[in-house]
């Protein structure tokens, strides 16, 4: 794996992501540490949940030979679909800022901040990285596209995991409840203002962070 990540010029980033996600965790523990709580331990759970969709694309980009099985690619990037919302879903965890905390609120900004932006460059980078791969088959204007729908699948993804409760792993353990929520919200879309509102809303945001995030990627100031 290492070799391959030289090879493949991904070393620096992912010891980047890697110092990221440390300095992240070490918070998480300092925080523990000084309130006597493990009320934030949950972060770095949902921090690898977002980590799964990058490691997945990165191994498929570095894999000539897996690219060449539809079956591979297909299974790994429905995997993906499923883990991606988990990328952003991190921002909603604001939601549980609160002044009765055992730790000052600044500090749990800062934490869940911290959390929240590892997690979305962990998701910029796997959509990054599945655009690579789709430029062997599609135009840039399709690619584009279809970016901005996989962001507000995202932004549907966050909804029914902040709102529904649902998990990633939910579709095999009760994938008739989780499709009948799904398949209600969309036959039904006037019965489920909110579901929509979360779904444009958080999708127009994520949206605007990536392409913002692959602008300044690609035009790189002095």
């Not at 990054?128 to 970016?147: D, G, H, P, R, Y």
């Not at 779904?199 to 690609?218: C, D, E, P, Q, S």
Request: net charge positive; charged share 10%; proline share 3%.
């Amino acid at each position: 794996m290492y070799a391959q990540l030289i090879k493949n010029n991904r070393l620096q980033i992912a010891l980047f992501m890697g110092v990221l996600s440390i300095i992240c965790f070490g918070l998480s523990l300092f925080r523990m540490e000084y309130s006597g709580t493990k009320h934030f331990l949950f972060l770095n759970w949902n921090l690898f949940l977002a980590f799964v969709p990058w490691l997945f694309t990165v191994i498929l980009t570095m894999s000539p030979n897996l690219q060449k099985s539809r079956l591979a690619v297909f299974g790994m990037l429905g995997v993906w679909l499923l883990f991606f919302p988990n990328a952003s879903y991190i921002l909603t965890d604001l939601f549980h800022l609160s002044h009765n905390s055992s730790m000052p609120i600044w500090f749990d900004l800062v934490l869940i901040l911290s959390f929240a932006w590892t997690g979305l460059l962990y998701g910029f980078l796997s959509l990054w990285n599945l655009e690579e791969l789709m430029e062997q088959f599609l135009s840039k204007k399709v690619i584009t596209a279809l970016s901005v729908f996989l962001l507000f699948v995202s932004g549907f993804g966050i909804y029914i995991g902040r709102y529904l409760r649902w998990n990633s792993w939910d579709i095999l353990h009760h994938p008739t409840k989780l499709m009948g929520d799904i398949g209600d919200r969309l036959i039904n879309p006037f019965d489920h203002t909110r579901t929509w509102g979360v779904t444009v809303f958080m999708g127009l945001f994520l949206a605007m962070l990536y392409f913002t995030f692959k602008f300044l990627r690609k035009n790189r100031f002095n």
